[in-house]
């Protein structure tokens, strides 16, 4: 079939949940992909930070053929190998004490907010805790994950959702302070605000949140669903910081395009939530996805991922920082390593459609940001070509 054809069996077929561009892509090489006509693209969204290695790792590619051969699935009523490996792995890169693999990063959520649920009953013997999430959040599209969303106009059309969310302002300890109460099990927020327009945690106030949350016997939950896996320079955002979660959720760059998430928390979480009969999986931690986390991680491991993210992060800031200088209608640039974001006065959604016909894949967040997350192995002449063809069609803005 041609593009054409493609596109309209696609329109036939699936639910109409995203207006898709109108472009195939086929394969993908190093950072670059490839349309169904065989035209080349320079990747700087990675599948929404998913593809953290890029399309060309043999090594990861293999290990996934590997598996393929000896098991796919199991079920969880039974251990398996390489999903042993792959929790001792996670633990290890974050410190944290104990992992629960499930399909994607909506469904880790939904297990941190049971875990913190939980944790508050087993602790005071009654239902009825309250959450404190952020403003401009996004955490996923479940009616959980959507509950903690801080965007109306995702959740409006889904009310009722789960009861006892309160929305402070992201940044802004104070506004998170006047709704802490005797209810309250936990907080939850990403540590760089992704959706919302990449807007990183200030230190004064992660660590703030982490006070209240020690004072008061409240869980703090990190979202580093699209933050983490070495995106911003560190394995995860809030190593940064120096602010340790009591829960954490992980997924996209987790397992590189294979649908993994997780979400992991400490002993204490651990010992006083779920337990048996309280939450589960049918695929959540099959060999096939042990297998692509363990060997995602040894990767960055072996190839010094967080330290090449720290080099090439810092080139593409500054590059960035060239266009709000150049440009009037860039208007701030914002992030962390290779989670950054232009703000602009023009539209951005029309700013990433010109890129892609120029061959350039940059997606957009909020409703003003051109969001820049390309495969975690780019290079400074990455960061190069994709600056000249921002460069092009910034210059019809500018006209």
């Known amino acids: 079939m041609n593009k054409r054809e493609y596109i309209d069996e696609a329109e036939k ?51 996934l053929k590997n598996q393929v051969d000896k098991l796919l699935h199991i079920s969880n009523l039974y251990y398996n190998p390489p999903i042993v490996a792959a929790a001792e792995a996670v633990k290890r890169i974050s410190t944290m004490d104990r992992v629960f693999f499930t399909n994607s990063g909506t469904e880790a959520i939904e297990g941190a907010l049971k875990a913190a649920k939980k944790y508050a009953y087993t602790r005071d013997g009654f239902a009825g805790h309250e959450i404190i999430a952020m ?38 300890l104070d506004s998170v302070k006047a709704l802490v109460n005797k209810k309250t099990c ?23 949140v982490r006070k209240i949350c020690d004072e008061n016997d409240i ?9 983490g896996m070495g995106r911003t320079g560190n394995m995860f955002a809030w190593q940064g910081y120096g602010v340790k979660p009591d829960i954490m959720t992980l997924a996209k760059a987790l397992g590189c395009g294979v ?15 779920l337990v048996p009969g309280d939450h589960g999986t049918t695929y959540g931690g099959n060999p096939f996805v042990g297998a692509a986390v363990s060997k995602v991680i040894e990767i960055f491991e072996k190839e010094n991922i967080v330290e090449h993210v ?54 957009t967040a909020g ?16 960061v190069d070509e994709m600056a000249e063809i921002l460069d092009n069609v910034f210059q019809e803005f500018a006209q």
């Not at 995702?154 to 009722?160: K, L, M, S, W």
């Not at 540590?191 to 200030?202: C, D, H, L, N």
């Open 13 to 63: 077929d699936l639910l109409h949940t995203y207006n898709r561009y109108q472009i195939v892509f086929e394969k993908g090489e190093d950072v670059h992909l490839f349309d169904t006509d065989g035209k080349k693209y320079i990747d700087f969204a990675a599948g929404i930070a998913v593809s953290a290695l890029g399309y060309s790792n043999d090594e990861y590619k293999n290990a």
């Open 135 to 172: 403003e401009d959040s996004f955490h996923g599209r479940s009616i959980g994950s959507l509950s903690v969303t801080g965007n109306a106009h995702y959740r409006e059309a889904f009310e009722p959702l789960m009861p006892g969310v309160k929305f402070a302002k992201f940044n802004d």
């Open 186 to 208: 936990a907080i939850i927020m990403e540590t760089v605000q992704g959706e919302g327009g990449i807007y990183p945690a200030t230190e004064e106030f992660i660590k703030g």
């Open 219 to 227: 869980l703090l939950i990190l979202d580093e669903i699209q933050c």
């Open 259 to 273: 649908p993994v998430g997780a979400f992991l928390m400490t002993e204490k979480v651990a010992k006083q939530s």
């Open 310 to 363: 720290k080099e090439v992060g810092a080139y593409l800031e500054k590059t960035l920082d060239g266009f709000k200088e150049k440009y009037d209608f860039v208007t701030d640039r914002r992030g962390l390593g290779l989670m950054q974001g232009l703000e602009v006065a023009v539209s951005p959604y029309e700013v990433s459609a010109k890129c892609l016909e120029k061959g350039l894949v940059v997606i």
């Open 367 to 382: 409703s003003n940001v051109m969001r820049f997350v390309p495969p975690l192995v780019i290079t400074k002449t990455d």
